[in-house]
């Protein structure tokens, strides 16, 4: 089944700086890449989302890059806030197989 | 965005004695669902998929005894933990998709805190 790989597990940058999450995944079937906030103790929460049949997708200070043949997604913040931090997650599902499979999450520490 | 409910938010419960988390989706109907399983600070591992009508599709390793899954109407799944042990104490976690299709925004119950003790 699908394995998605996520780095790193930790990153702490400086307010204002950027912030670069990246996730691998295996099976070249997949189609739907989303990314999730999760806060402690809260729900995770959709932040955006890329189809495979799109290279790059823009949302004010967050944009995520694909590459289909080399299997792997990008999340980058730019001029990160200290209400960024959170653990973030990336993952992957293929047509027949609704489930999200995750990877292994980021921990984003912003530091004032 | 479309409301999953996701109750209780914590229970604490005696070894052997069986839990029920109800997982509903307020604002669309849901012929399936997914449940999670999220260990402290790790990832969330899908334990198995919810059918409206039929059987749960449980992934490999997920007794399937233990972890009682119902669908009974598209709006709500339930999972019930059966004869719960200490190592069971977990951050349950349920999803739903709204629509059929392939590219559908995935939205989380607010998780479930089981303590068992």
């Known amino acids: 089944g699908e394995n998605v790989e996520q780095h790193p597990s930790t990153l702490s940058v400086q307010e204002g700086d950027s912030a670069v999450i990246k996730c691998t995944y295996s099976?070249?079937?997949?189609?739907?890449f989303p990314w999730y906030k999760q806060e402690l103790g809260k729900r995770p929460q959709l932040i955006i989302d890329i189809r495979s049949n799109v290279g790059e997708k823009k949302d004010q200070r967050i944009a995520v890059t694909l590459n289909k043949t080399a299997k792997h997604f990008s999340l980058h913040i730019t001029e990160t806030q200290p209400e960024d931090s959170a653990v973030y997650f990336c993952?992957?599902?293929?047509?027949?197989?609704?489930?999200?499979?995750f990877g292994s999450g980021t921990r984003l520490q912003v530091q004032p | 965005g479309a409301v999953v409910s996701q109750h209780p938010s914590w229970v604490i419960c005696k070894s052997g004695t069986s839990v029920k988390i109800e997982c509903r989706s307020l604002d669309f109907q849901a012929t399936t669902m997914f449940w999670y399983r999220q260990f402290p600070k790790q990832s969330l591992m899908l334990m198995a998929t919810?059918?409206?009508?039929?059987?749960?599709?449980?992934e490999q390793g997920v007794e399937k005894d233990k972890f009682l899954i119902n669908h009974a109407s598209l709006t709500l799944s339930t999972l019930t933990v059966t004869s719960a042990h200490p190592e069971d104490s977990s951050f349950y976690i349920c999803?739903?998709?709204?629509?059929?299709?392939?590219?559908?925004?995935?939205?989380f119950g607010q998780g479930t805190r089981l303590t068992v003790v």
């Open positions: 099976d070249s079937a997949s189609n739907y």
């Open positions: 999803s739903a998709r709204a629509g059929q299709g392939s590219y559908t925004e995935a939205f």
């Open positions: 919810s059918n409206e009508g039929s059987k749960a599709t449980y």
């Open positions: 993952a992957a599902s293929t047509p027949g197989r609704r489930a999200l499979t």
